[in-house]
């Protein structure tokens, strides 16, 4: 585990983590990342498939082509972040925040949420299909052409989004 308060056998390889800017390509899977700080990277065709985050910093990021696929993401911090044709398809995401950011063409198929914020954030032809959403806000946020097909949601507010151009078809809606 990476942890930043403590020393590990992985101390060379989060240094290179950490003092890298531009990151390509690598295989963080099943790896588990807690306090660590992302922000202002840019990190392109990384997979982190089946990793655990806890209270890391994603400030800021820019992501292409990533897959965060059947992660486990609790009280991390992804504001102002520009990710881009990335998968987060099967991952359990808790009080997260992605207020603020360019979600454009993500995969967020099957996603389990509770008390995550979209709040003013562009998720353009974004997929939310056979999703479980519970408390999570997606205020003010373009979803043109985002797909919501089967998902289940309990508290969740779109309130001044553009809904009307996205498309929701069967989910359960619960209030």
């Given at each position: 585990?990476?942890?930043?308060?403590?020393?590990?056998?992985?101390?060379?390889?989060?240094?290179?983590?950490?003092?890298?800017?531009?990151?390509?390509?690598?295989?963080?899977?099943?790896?588990?990342?807690?306090?660590?700080?992302?922000?202002?990277?840019?990190?392109?065709?990384?997979s982190?498939?089946?990793?655990?985050?806890?209270?890391?910093?994603f400030?800021?990021?820019?992501?292409?082509?990533?897959?965060?696929?059947?992660?486990?993401i609790?009280?991390?911090?992804?504001?102002?972040?520009?990710?881009?044709?990335?998968?987060?398809?099967?991952?359990?995401?808790?009080?997260?925040?992605?207020?603020?950011?360019?979600?454009?063409?993500?995969?967020?198929?099957?996603?389990?949420?509770?008390?995550?914020?979209?709040?003013?954030?562009?998720?353009?032809?974004?997929?939310?299909?056979?999703?479980?959403?519970?408390?999570?806000?997606?205020?003010?946020?373009?979803?043109?052409?985002?797909?919501?097909?089967?998902?289940?949601?309990?508290?969740?507010?779109?309130k001044?989004?553009?809904?009307?151009e996205?498309?929701?078809?069967?989910?359960?809606?619960?209030?």
């Amino acid at each position: 585990m990476f942890n930043v308060h403590k020393k590990t056998k992985y101390d060379g390889f989060l240094t290179v983590l950490k003092s890298s800017e531009n990151i390509h390509s690598f295989n963080f899977a099943e790896l588990e990342f807690n306090g660590i700080d992302f922000s202002q990277k840019k990190m392109v065709g990384c997979s982190f498939s089946h990793a655990k985050f806890k209270n890391c910093n994603f400030k800021n990021v820019t992501l292409r082509m990533c897959f965060f696929d059947f992660c486990e993401i609790e009280c991390c911090d992804f504001k102002n972040s520009n990710i881009q044709f990335s998968v987060f398809a099967g991952s359990v995401i808790r009080d997260t925040s992605f207020k603020n950011s360019e979600l454009l063409q993500n995969n967020f198929n099957g996603i389990r949420t509770d008390k995550v914020c979209f709040n003013d954030s562009d998720l353009y032809n974004s997929c939310f299909m056979f999703s479980h959403l519970n408390y999570t806000d997606f205020q003010n946020c373009n979803v043109k052409k985002t797909v919501f097909l089967y998902s289940e949601q309990n508290e969740v507010s779109f309130k001044f989004s553009n809904t009307r151009e996205a498309t929701f078809i069967e989910g359960k809606i619960k209030e």
